[in-house]
């Protein structure tokens, strides 16, 4: 079933199909809690659902939060849908999993993004979101909870890597996908070559997840 996506809701993606391929290798247990933070349309969430995950999804975007709750409810499936900046809407709760795939393309100017590019602008190095989340997901992570993040080579696996380690999870890169640039990319391709963000050559960016578990 194609996702309802409506409008100014990020619809699901390369970086989404990669990060569904990782959750599937994934054993959750039945009944593992699960949060989709960013949950765009419900995708990722609704695959965590159907393995038998009680799932909260989270999105900043009203529209979001209705296209994901629409979602669940054509699919029948039983996602918690939360309207909110993060991890504000969960304070307090814990995980067993927590999959992520926030803003990551690098962008000019220092302004935080309006409207639709909430969705993925997010800084001039791409780390607006990725920080937070590498700083707060940890304490909201049970013992031996798993944390899978994916995000574009050009935003600094090594630092998501470091930030997560100096948390005391153990982190590493466990799926590479190179893509043709999308049109967001295609858009600053000359401001980010002029960074050397990337060469004249790259006609392709590298997609990664990371998958950081903190110890039990």
Avoid: K
Wanted: net charge positive.
């Amino acid at each position: 079933m194609i996702p309802f996506s409506p409008p100014g809701v990020y619809a699901p993606q390369e970086d989404t199909a990669l990060l569904a391929d990782v959750l599937a290798d994934e054993s959750l247990a039945p009944g593992a809690a699960v949060l989709d933070l960013g949950t765009g349309t419900g995708a990722l969430a609704l695959d965590a659902a159907r393995q038998g995950s009680c799932v909260t999804a989270v999105d900043v975007s009203w529209r979001a939060a209705c296209a994901a709750r629409v979602n669940a409810w054509r699919a029948g499936l039983p996602v918690r849908v939360r309207r909110g900046n993060l991890f504000a809407p969960v304070r307090g709760q814990s995980f067993d999993l927590i999959l992520a795939n926030p803003p990551y393309v690098p962008a000019p100017g220092g302004g935080r993004p309006r409207g639709a590019a909430r969705a993925w602008d997010a800084g001039p190095d791409g780390r607006l979101v990725l920080d937070r989340i590498c700083r707060e997901a940890p304490a909201l992570l049970r013992p031996g909870g798993v944390l899978l993040l994916v995000h574009s080579a050009l935003s600094g696996p090594d630092r998501t890597l470091g930030r997560l380690a100096a948390a005391g999870l153990r982190a590493a890169v466990v799926r590479r996908r190179r893509i043709a640039f999308g049109r967001v990319l295609r858009g600053r391709l000359e401001w980010l070559r002029e960074r050397g963000a990337l060469s004249a050559a790259d006609e392709t960016e590298e997609l990664v997840v990371v998958r950081a578990e903190l110890p039990r």
